[in-house]
């Protein structure tokens, strides 16, 4: 119930093409919903966030999808860009008390073609 | 701002050997925490701090100890270290609890091998 599901493990896209990333949850407690962008050799940083009370965010060529019903997000980027090859995690956190615990995804490598 | 630095960036020790990973933060986040990452399992928790003095375990503690004795530092120390524990390790900060509606910021982590 804890768990976050993330597919796919990895992913090609061609330069210019949308790139699509799944995540399930289980835990209906959860109700806030980050993505980290790690490239090689560097630290996880956020790249964008979510709350369940809306259904999509946009930021620049990276959007959020949001379905509580069936309990999956997922994030779309646009016009993919070689650069925006890096590994990509979703999380899930419950809001609450200090110790609930962000729980993250397994990982999706990201290879854009130039 | 320095932001959450670590040291060593990389680490070769041999089973049985003892070492401690550095972690600190000039961001006077109160929460702070310690992953490893390994190939095809994300990240995982370790350990993790509400505060100096306070530390908790996360999902995979066992073989790690830590300590907060003030707001800036968290090191993680390896007692005996073992193969089991070649991995990527990450420290990571916030500003309020690591569940809420808050960024978490990484260090550039640490690469050990155990051989």
């Known amino acids: 119930q804890q768990q976050v599901k993330q597919s796919p493990q990895s992913l090609i896209v061609q330069k210019g093409g949308i790139s699509i990333i799944n995540c399930a949850y289980e835990?209906?407690?959860?109700?806030?919903f980050p993505w980290y962008q790690q490239f090689p050799g560097k630290g996880p940083a956020l790249l964008i966030a979510i709350r369940p009370d809306v259904s999509e965010k946009k930021e620049g060529r990276f959007t959020i999808s949001f379905n509580k019903s069936a309990k999956q997000f997922s994030l779309h980027i646009m016009d993919s860009q070689p650069g925006d090859s890096a590994t990509y995690f979703c999380?899930?956190?419950?809001?609450?008390?200090?110790?609930?615990?962000?729980?993250f995804g397994k990982g999706t490598r990201l290879h854009i073609l130039p | 701002n320095a932001g959450v630095t670590q040291t060593p960036k990389f680490q070769v020790l041999k089973t049985g050997q003892s070492m401690t990973l550095q972690c600190a933060q000039d961001?006077?986040?109160?929460?702070m925490s310690w992953y490893r990452q390994d190939p095809g399992m994300g990240l995982r928790l370790i350990h993790y701090s509400v505060g100096a003095g306070i530390t908790d375990q996360g999902e995979v503690p066992n073989g790690y100890n830590v300590s907060r004795s003030t707001t800036e530092d968290f090191p993680l120390r390896l007692l005996s270290a073992a193969p089991s524990q070649t991995s990527v390790y990450f420290c990571?900060?916030?500003?309020?609890?690591?569940?809420?509606?808050?960024?978490?910021?990484f260090g550039p982590g640490t690469r050990l091998t155990v051989l």
């Open positions: 835990n209906t407690a959860f109700d806030y």
């Open positions: 990571a900060s916030s500003y309020s609890p690591i569940s809420s509606y808050n960024e978490q910021f």
């Open positions: 961001m006077n986040h109160e929460y």
């Open positions: 999380a899930a956190s419950p809001l609450g008390n200090r110790d609930d615990k962000i729980i």
